[in-house]
T-cell receptor, first 113, second 113 residues
């Protein structure tokens, strides 16, 4: 079983739509959570951190449910420029390597005119 | 200049050849990483180094080796390339003190024929 699982998509949505991505993680001791954005054939870039209380950054809202080991990303009013792959990332502190990133497989979003 | 520079950007090589991918950084970070990305599998950790004298295997180290020549340089070698090592390879750096400060290189697209 993968440590971080995501629906690969693709999610095809029209401009202006609201779309939500989910992610589950298997290590209950995981402490930090992030969403990264990756454009085609480019490096991943940090989109936002995910806090227990939920957090919002413009059109983007991230939620964390520790009890269900579940993370979500909501994008409102989708833009063409939101088309990308969204990677769910978990950091585990409780291993010998310290702060290490574990990536989900990514969810591809395609926003159409 | 980019904070994390990978060379080459693209490479096609034959089965059985030795190939080296290079990574250099100007971030001043102690920690450096090599990841591999295959479609739908996210990024998987190959090797990581927390300082010049520290080398550690990641999730998928078989068939790879690394060298940390200096704080700023971390190279990845495929001693005898095979077709299933065809992938997108990313180098990353991070500051030991923070979980958020990862910087990725632009990636090396390697094709083994």
């Amino acid at each position: 079983r993968k440590e971080v699982e995501q629906d690969p998509g693709p999610f095809n949505v029209p401009e202006g739509a609201t779309v939500a991505f989910n992610c589950t993680y298997s290590n209950s001791a995981s402490q930090s959570f992030f969403w990264y954005r990756q454009d085609c054939r480019k490096e991943p870039k940090l989109l936002m951190s995910v806090y227990s209380s939920g957090n919002e950054d413009g059109r983007f809202t991230a939620q964390l449910n520790r009890a269900s080991q579940y993370i979500s990303l909501l994008i409102r009013d989708s833009k063409l420029s939101d088309s990308a792959t969204y990677l769910c990332v978990v950091i585990d502190y409780y291993n010998n390597a310290g702060n290490m990133l574990t990536f989900g497989g990514g969810t591809r979003l395609m926003v159409k005119p | 200049d980019a904070d994390v520079t990978q060379t080459p950007r693209n490479r096609i090589t034959k089965t059985g050849k030795r190939i080296m991918l290079e990574c250099s950084q100007t971030k001043g970070h102690d920690r450096m990483y090599w990841y591999r990305q295959d479609p739908g599998l996210g990024l998987r950790l190959i090797y990581y180094s927390f300082d010049v004298k520290d080398i550690n295997k990641g999730e998928i180290s078989d068939g790879y080796s690394v060298s940390r020549q200096a704080q700023a340089k971390f190279s990845l070698s495929l001693e005898s390339a095979i077709p299933n090592q065809t992938a997108l390879y990313f180098c990353a750096t991070s500051d030991a003190g923070t979980a958020y400060g990862y910087t990725f290189g632009s990636g090396t697209r390697l094709t083994v024929v």
